[in-house]
């Protein structure tokens, strides 16, 4: 099973501020994607394949990395931004494994 | 507009069962893979289960496994999950998830979930 590694556990910025979120996985993966997930929402796609932005998602989002390592960033923090963040991998073999989230909250 | 929308949750019984139910339209449910994924309290997304489009090939986590069972009805478009042999630790929200064509296991699309509480 691939674990992946989300850092930090808590990003505590102001809107306006650029936003970092990592991930590294246990081993390479073939597929990556990043969700934003607000309390009592159902999940949102942002980022497949790792860079590719899902439809409608604003370009201030924007993904990188290959193999083991890969970064969510988020360039000028909008409000409505501050959720949680969690990277899946996916396309190889079961289980498609989630990293334990990011929070992203107002400081 | 893809909709996807849970039903069956509630209270279960430790040992006991229940089936979570899955109605999806706005796209060609046939041709994509669906998954379960669930989140328990205070915790991050869990991917429990998958189901291919085509051939009903099924994956399951080891959490689950031998006790879960994921199935659809494609003249249905309807997604299910049979659970069985409940713990207290399958206490979460499960969410239903679209799959993208190309590739299976990533979520394009996600239902807003449905409620198990498993206790007695």
């Known amino acids: 099973e691939i674990v992946l590694t989300q850092s930090p556990a808590t990003l505590s910025l102001s809107p306006g501020e650029r936003a970092t979120l990592s991930c590294g996985a246990s081993?390479?993966?073939?597929?990556l994607a990043w969700y934003q997930h607000k309390p009592g929402l159902a999940p949102r796609l942002l980022i497949y394949?790792?860079?590719s932005r899902a439809t409608g998602i604003p370009d201030r989002f924007s993904g990188s990395g290959s193999g083991t390592d890969f970064t969510l960033t988020i360039s000028r923090l909008e409000p409505e931004d501050f959720a949680v963040y969690y990277c899946q991998q996916y396309g190889g073999s079961p289980p498609y494994t989630f990293g334990q989230g990011t929070k992203v909250e107002i400081k | 507009e893809t909709q996807l929308l849970e039903s069956g949750g509630g209270l279960g019984q430790p040992g006991g069962s229940l089936r979570l139910s899955c109605a999806a339209s706005?796209?060609?449910?046939?041709?994509?893979?669906m998954s379960w994924v669930r989140q328990a309290p205070g915790q991050g997304l869990e991917w429990v289960s998958l189901i291919s489009g085509s051939d009903g090939s099924t994956n399951y986590a080891d959490s689950v496994k031998g006790r879960f069972i994921i199935s659809r009805d494609n003249s249905k478009n309807t997604l299910y999950l049979q659970m069985n042999s409940l713990r207290a630790e399958d206490t979460a929200v499960y969410h239903c998830?679209?799959?993208?064509?190309?590739?299976?296991?990533?979520?394009?699309?996600w239902g807003q979930g449905t409620l198990v509480t498993v206790s007695s």
């Open positions: 081993q390479s993966v073939s597929y």
């Open positions: 998830a679209q799959s993208g064509v190309r590739v299976v296991g990533g979520v394009i699309n």
């Open positions: 706005g796209f060609t449910f046939s041709s994509h893979a």
């Open positions: 394949d790792a860079s």
